[in-house]
């Protein structure tokens, strides 16, 4: 019997070792698609929460009034839609108007004098636009009970360079996002600079030259603040400090990890809490008390109170800051003292010039490459969120909104659209049609925003078609536009609306939330395994994961937003499959950017994918209502398409999603291509490598020799610098 030959063991190792190296591989895998998969949960799980179906609740008003008829409207506005409204009776119109400058109350309704018929309703547009809509809906009605006429007074009027508000929000988040976003960059490349004797006055200046790129970009640049520049510093050095010190109280426990926490607290959290986009009284109660202490509401609502409100209850805000600041530099400061300025999963140096990559899962860099992209990475990101968003969301303003005329002959029809064209000039493109049933049929293909109809005898009604379905935005425009004109022409106005909103979708935000969770989804898996395993840059590795991983995702998340949160009803196959549809094709986009500039590369996918695909999804706002350059942009960008393709899967039985179908197939094949010619690329790039390692012989080497080789280089230089520096040293 022959004895069998033992098999060499290649690489030197026992068999132990290579099993413990095994399991730190699976590990690690398990780990870089769990950490992705955390941060799209906690991330669209809150906001799909809190913003499918806001419901007031609570919203405190004034009543300035005395006597029977004040303590009634009190009364009235108590029971108003189950519990809206918080009122309280106020005696004195100043002291009203006083609680509403400190944000005490949302709104004031000042009751007419005795024979009047004329109330007053207070709002404050520098406290939120939403949250003055809100305070009108309320209000206005109880008046009318009365048989009052209302005035509407804006004590606190937002610019005109920011008539939407966004300015606090984007300047806040800013300010948030340039404290915690560095510390991932500065734990790879430039750990050393986490001691706190070092950390400090660099986060100080840090937060400095940030909040100076917010105002200028804001300010000067896009004309939404004005003026207000010391203020930026001074709430930007708080804010920007307080979290800085706070992420790195993670960044010690946690090492890498610490995204996870940071990205939850700070802005997770920090945004349905800020009060900045939706009105605080429409959030869980849960909510509201994070508003009173999370960094993020702290830094908008001072912002706000120095920009509209003269400073009134800034005090209390930055006293919030504070306190996160010196809370978290004293607890910096005991573990430090405690344990050193070692961080958790990261080998201690205190050697700037020690070798080590700029970014996560890059090439080995120079000290002076490695600083560079510590800042330049979240500059980037600052520069692009801010610039963007502001630049296409701050003043939103209808033009050409398209809508059709229905008469009964075209004559009639061409004499009334010119008419109409005059009084309502570029707030819309009118085309005329005397087929309501194609008017219709265009509104579900979402050709145009509505369809108004001629009435078809002297004095009869006029109706308006729409839907809200297809943005609640332009649907309230249209037909407030319309309502005006029915009522400067004295004849009633019928609206149908062919196509509502679902009662879990009140403010039509799902599809977007929705088509962002795909889109984040298929860029932030990328990153992680560009970032946490740069070994796995081939074609043939990836395919399996990203495919494997985008129907995963794809499930998951419309059991999150419909079994799980209730927000989305049905549609489960249509959305799963163009979910994974959508997650797969922005994967392969991203993949473009990360295996050829590594990590840099998630900078260009975040602006096209989604600062720039926001403004032009009409998701957030309408595609009316923003630059036209965003218009164009609707046919081309993924983030449109797959808003577009959700809302036709959930509102229109599909309808007029084929054309955005297509785009986002298109994305998925042609960036599938431009992969496979980056792998052969990489290919050719390897080869040479390997023939360099070879000392040229044109033979190439094994993957394992070569890295010893490139090892075994570092380990020879390192020690000629550290006996450098030892003889500088001495001497």
């Given at each position: 019997?022959?004895?069998?030959?033992?098999?060499?063991?290649?690489?030197?190792?026992?068999?132990?070792?290579?099993?413990?190296?095994?399991?730190?591989?699976?590990?690690?895998?398990?780990?870089?698609?769990?950490?992705?998969?955390?941060?799209?949960?906690?991330?669209?799980?809150?906001?799909?929460?809190?913003?499918?179906?806001?419901?007031?609740?609570?919203?405190?008003?004034?009543?300035?009034?005395?006597?029977?008829?004040?303590?009634?409207?009190v009364d009235e506005l108590k029971s108003v839609q189950d519990g809206a409204a918080d009122p309280r009776l106020v005696a004195d119109r100043d002291k009203a108007l006083d609680l509403l400058k400190d944000r005490d109350v949302a709104g004031v309704l000042l009751i007419p004098a005795d024979g009047a018929r004329e109330a007053t309703v207070y709002t404050a547009q520098g406290a939120g636009a939403s949250q003055a809509g809100m305070v009108k809906q309320i209000l206005a009605p109880v008046a009318a009970g009365h048989d009052w006429t209302t005035k509407t007074q804006d004590i606190a009027?937002?610019?005109?360079?920011?008539?939407?508000?966004?300015?606090?929000?984007?300047?806040?988040?800013?300010?948030?996002?340039?404290?915690?976003?560095?510390?991932?960059?500065?734990?790879?490349?430039?750990?050393?600079?986490?001691?706190?004797?070092?950390?400090?006055?660099?986060?100080?200046?840090?937060?400095?030259?940030?909040?100076?790129?917010?105002?200028?970009?804001?300010?000067?640049?896009?004309?939404?603040?004005?003026?207000?520049?010391?203020?930026?510093?001074?709430?930007?050095?708080?804010?920007?400090?307080?979290?800085?010190?706070?992420?790195?109280?993670?960044?010690?426990?946690?090492?890498?990890?610490?995204?996870?926490?940071?990205?939850?607290?700070?802005?997770?959290?920090?945004?349905?809490?800020?009060?900045?986009?939706?009105?605080?009284?429409?959030?869980?109660?849960?909510?509201?008390?994070?508003?009173?202490?999370?960094?993020?509401?702290?830094?908008?609502?001072?912002?706000?109170?120095?920009?509209?409100?003269?400073?009134?209850?800034?005090?209390?805000?930055?006293?919030?800051?504070?306190?996160?600041?010196?809370?978290?530099?004293?607890?910096?400061?005991?573990?430090?003292?405690?344990?050193?300025?070692?961080?958790?999963?990261?080998?201690?140096?205190?050697?700037?010039?020690?070798?080590?990559?700029?970014?996560?899962?890059?090439?080995?860099?120079?000290?002076?490459?490695?600083?560079?992209?510590?800042?330049?990475?979240?500059?980037?990101?600052?520069?692009?969120?801010?610039?963007?968003?502001?630049?296409?969301?701050?003043?939103?303003?209808?033009?050409?909104?398209?809508?059709?005329?229905?008469?009964?002959?075209?004559?009639?029809?061409?004499?009334?659209t010119k008419g109409l064209q005059q009084g309502l000039g570029d707030l819309v493109f009118l085309t005329t049609s005397t087929s309501l049933d194609k008017a219709t049929d265009q509104i579900r293909e979402r050709e145009i925003v509505g369809a108004y109809v001629l009435p078809t005898s002297k004095g009869g009604k006029a109706k308006l078609y729409t839907s809200s379905a297809a943005g609640a935005g332009q649907h309230n425009a249209l037909r407030g536009m319309f309502q005006q004109i029915a009522q400067s022409q004295k004849m009633p106005l019928e609206v149908t609306d062919i196509k509502p909103l679902n009662a879990s979708d009140s403010n039509g935000s799902n599809s977007m939330y929705a088509a962002m969770s795909w889109i984040m989804s298929g860029f932030v898996i990328m990153a992680a395994l560009r970032g946490g395993a740069p070994e796995i840059n081939r074609l043939r590795q990836l395919l399996p994961m990203l495919a494997g991983w985008a129907v995963g995702m794809a499930v998951w998340l419309w059991v999150l937003f419909d079994v799980l949160i209730g927000a989305i009803n049905g549609h489960g196959w249509a959305l799963v499959g163009f979910g994974a549809l959508t997650i797969f094709s922005i994967s392969m986009f991203t993949a473009v950017f990360t295996r050829?500039?590594?990590?840099?590369?998630?900078?260009?996918?975040?602006?096209?994918?989604?600062?720039?695909?926001?403004?032009?999804?009409?998701?957030?706002?309408?595609?009316?209502?923003?630059?036209e350059v965003f218009r164009d942009l609707n046919d081309v960008l993924p983030l449109p398409a797959a808003v577009d393709v959700a809302r036709a899967a959930v509102y229109f039985d599909g309808a007029g999603m084929g054309g955005h179908l297509t785009t986002i197939i298109g994305w998925g094949a042609v960036c599938l291509l431009l992969n496979v010619g980056i792998d052969r690329w990489l290919a050719r790039r390897d080869l040479r490598a390997d023939t360099d390692a070879d000392g040229g012989s044109g033979t190439p080497v094994s993957g394992q020799e070569t890295t010893l080789a490139l090892v075994g280089a570092e380990d020879t230089a390192e020690p000629s610098r550290r006996g450098r520096r030892t003889a500088r040293t001495r001497s």
């Amino acid at each position: 019997m022959e004895t069998p030959t033992p098999v060499a063991n290649v690489s030197g190792r026992e068999p132990a070792s290579l099993e413990a190296d095994r399991k730190r591989e699976i590990a690690k895998r398990v780990f870089l698609f769990l950490i992705p998969f955390v941060m799209v949960t906690m991330m669209y799980a809150t906001y799909m929460g809190t913003m499918h179906a806001p419901k007031t609740r609570d919203m405190p008003v004034a009543v300035v009034g005395s006597g029977a008829v004040a303590e009634s409207v009190v009364d009235e506005l108590k029971s108003v839609q189950d519990g809206a409204a918080d009122p309280r009776l106020v005696a004195d119109r100043d002291k009203a108007l006083d609680l509403l400058k400190d944000r005490d109350v949302a709104g004031v309704l000042l009751i007419p004098a005795d024979g009047a018929r004329e109330a007053t309703v207070y709002t404050a547009q520098g406290a939120g636009a939403s949250q003055a809509g809100m305070v009108k809906q309320i209000l206005a009605p109880v008046a009318a009970g009365h048989d009052w006429t209302t005035k509407t007074q804006d004590i606190a009027p937002l610019p005109s360079g920011d008539s939407a508000g966004i300015a606090v929000l984007l300047a806040a988040i800013g300010m948030i996002m340039v404290g915690y976003v560095p510390l991932s960059g500065m734990l790879t490349a430039a750990p050393h600079l986490l001691v706190l004797r070092r950390f400090l006055p660099l986060l100080a200046g840090w937060a400095v030259v940030t909040s100076t790129v917010t105002w200028l970009i804001l300010g000067p640049i896009v004309g939404a603040v004005d003026g207000h520049y010391l203020a930026f510093v001074g709430i930007g050095l708080l804010a920007t400090g307080a979290v800085g010190i706070g992420q790195l109280l993670f960044a010690r426990t946690l090492g890498g990890l610490a995204v996870l926490p940071g990205m939850l607290l700070w802005v997770v959290f920090g945004v349905p809490s800020s009060n900045l986009a939706t009105p605080i009284h429409a959030m869980p109660d849960f909510f509201g008390f994070l508003h009173n202490v999370l960094p993020l509401p702290a830094a908008g609502e001072a912002l706000r109170s120095v920009i509209y409100f003269d400073g009134r209850g800034v005090s209390k805000h930055l006293l919030t800051l504070a306190i996160w600041m010196v809370a978290a530099l004293a607890l910096a400061l005991l573990m430090e003292r405690r344990k050193g300025a070692a961080l958790a999963s990261v080998p201690e140096s205190d050697n700037p010039d020690a070798p080590r990559p700029a970014m996560a899962g890059g090439p080995v860099r120079s000290k002076r490459v490695r600083y560079f992209a510590v800042a330049a990475f979240p500059l980037a990101i600052l520069t692009a969120v801010v610039g963007m968003m502001s630049a296409s969301l701050h003043q939103p303003e209808i033009r050409d909104m398209p809508v059709v005329v229905v008469g009964a002959s075209q004559a009639q029809t061409e004499q009334a659209t010119k008419g109409l064209q005059q009084g309502l000039g570029d707030l819309v493109f009118l085309t005329t049609s005397t087929s309501l049933d194609k008017a219709t049929d265009q509104i579900r293909e979402r050709e145009i925003v509505g369809a108004y109809v001629l009435p078809t005898s002297k004095g009869g009604k006029a109706k308006l078609y729409t839907s809200s379905a297809a943005g609640a935005g332009q649907h309230n425009a249209l037909r407030g536009m319309f309502q005006q004109i029915a009522q400067s022409q004295k004849m009633p106005l019928e609206v149908t609306d062919i196509k509502p909103l679902n009662a879990s979708d009140s403010n039509g935000s799902n599809s977007m939330y929705a088509a962002m969770s795909w889109i984040m989804s298929g860029f932030v898996i990328m990153a992680a395994l560009r970032g946490g395993a740069p070994e796995i840059n081939r074609l043939r590795q990836l395919l399996p994961m990203l495919a494997g991983w985008a129907v995963g995702m794809a499930v998951w998340l419309w059991v999150l937003f419909d079994v799980l949160i209730g927000a989305i009803n049905g549609h489960g196959w249509a959305l799963v499959g163009f979910g994974a549809l959508t997650i797969f094709s922005i994967s392969m986009f991203t993949a473009v950017f990360t295996r050829t500039l590594g990590i840099a590369g998630i900078i260009p996918v975040l602006v096209i994918a989604l600062m720039i695909g926001v403004p032009a999804s009409g998701g957030a706002i309408s595609l009316y209502m923003v630059p036209e350059v965003f218009r164009d942009l609707n046919d081309v960008l993924p983030l449109p398409a797959a808003v577009d393709v959700a809302r036709a899967a959930v509102y229109f039985d599909g309808a007029g999603m084929g054309g955005h179908l297509t785009t986002i197939i298109g994305w998925g094949a042609v960036c599938l291509l431009l992969n496979v010619g980056i792998d052969r690329w990489l290919a050719r790039r390897d080869l040479r490598a390997d023939t360099d390692a070879d000392g040229g012989s044109g033979t190439p080497v094994s993957g394992q020799e070569t890295t010893l080789a490139l090892v075994g280089a570092e380990d020879t230089a390192e020690p000629s610098r550290r006996g450098r520096r030892t003889a500088r040293t001495r001497s």
